[in-house]
């Protein structure tokens, strides 16, 4: 056998395997790490970083008297 033949292996018949699969998206990968790690308390955390977010992303458009007005 030649070094430009190659015999497929486990290992490869996986990686065809993973690559046939259907991707989730990024909130699905994120729920699923916190379901299968145990790291609820990441949750709050999460949902205020997307809450500043949207405040900032609102503070550049026409509702930005009414959130300067919350602080």
């Avoid at 379901?35 to 997307?50: D, G, T």
Wanted: hydrophobic share 50%.
């Amino acid at each position: 056998m030649s070094e430009t033949e190659h015999k497929p292996t486990d290992t490869d018949n996986e990686f065809v395997h993973q690559g046939a699969m259907k991707r989730s998206s990024l909130a699905g990968e994120i729920f699923f790490f916190l379901k299968s790690h145990r790291k609820w308390w990441m949750l709050p955390l999460l949902i205020l970083f997307l809450l500043f977010g949207g405040l900032l992303i609102l503070s550049g458009t026409g509702a930005a008297p009414f959130i300067y007005t919350l602080f």
